[in-house]
C-alpha cells in the first residue's frame, strides 16, 4: 500500500525514479544530495518506498521520547545525542554491528544552502562500521532521482570522493545555486570541482 501512494504522490509531482546499477545493501550509509529544500526529503522517502528500500534517518534524541516515539521509529528515524558530536561516529557504528539492517541518510551537506565543504561525517561512519556509502539524489532537471554508485571506503579519500564528485557532477538540486563543491576538508585544496552553482 505504501508503494502504491508513493508512486502515486511522485507521478502526482512529475518525478520519477531511475533504476540504480546495483542494489541498495542492507547495511550502508546514503548520502542525500543535492540537498537544497525541505522537499528533498519526502521526496527521497516515496522514491525509497517505491524501490522497496527501507530508510533510516537521524533524529534529535527529545523526538523520541514520550507517546511519539513508536512512531518515529517505525517511519525509521535512529535518535542521536547531538550534545556529543565526538561520540557520534562511534555510537552510530555500534548501532550498525547490532543491526541486520541499517540503511542511514546523511545529508552529506550538512545544510539547505550553498557549503564550500560536505561535512566527512558520513565518511567517518562508513569507515567505522565497515559498511558502503550509497549516492542517492534527486535531481531536478530531468525530475528523476533514485540511487547511484555504491562506493566502499578504500582508505584513499580523495579517489572515493572522485566517485561521487562524477556522480554528482551532472545533477541539479530544487533549489538551483544552492548545491555547491563536492568535497570535504579533509582533502585539503587539491579539489577544484563546482557543484550546480
Not at 533524529?59 to 542521536?80: N, Q, S, T, Y
Request: hydrophobic share 45%; charged share 25%.
Amino acid at each position: 500500500m505504501t508503494r502504491i501512494l508513493a508512486k502515486l504522490w511522485l507521478a502526482l509531482w512529475r518525478w520519477r525514479v531511475v533504476p540504480g546499477p546495483e542494489p541498495v545493501p542492507d547495511r550502508c550509509v546514503m548520502i542525500a544530495a543535492p540537498h537544497t529544500s525541505n522537499w528533498d526529503f519526502p521526496i527521497t522517502l516515496a522514491m525509497a518506498a517505491v524501490s522497496g528500500v527501507r530508510i533510516n534517518w537521524l533524529g534529535k534524541r527529545e523526538m523520541f521520547a514520550g507517546p511519539f516515539a513508536p512512531i518515529m521509529r517505525a517511519l525509521g528515524g535512529v535518535p542521536v545525542d547531538r550534545s556529543a558530536p565526538g561520540g557520534l561516529v562511534e555510537s552510530l557504528a555500534k548501532q550498525f554491528a547490532d543491526r541486520d539492517h541499517l540503511v542511514l541518510v546523511v545529508p552529506a551537506e550538512g545544510t539547505r544552502s550553498i557549503t564550500e565543504y560536505w561535512k566527512s561525517g558520513f565518511y567517518r561512519i562508513a569507515e567505522a562500521a565497515d559498511v558502503p556509502i550509497v549516492c542517492a539524489f534527486v535531481d531536478m532537471q530531468t525530475r528523476t532521482g533514485g540511487f547511484g554508485p555504491v562506493v566502499r571506503p578504500s582508505g584513499d579519500l580523495s579517489a572515493d570522493m572522485d566517485v561521487m564528485r562524477e556522480f554528482y557532477a551532472d545533477k541539479t538540486g530544487i533549489k538551483p545555486g544552492r548545491f555547491g563543491p563536492v568535497r570535504l576538508r579533509e582533502e585539503g585544496d587539491s579539489t577544484d570541482v563546482e557543484g550546480d552553482t
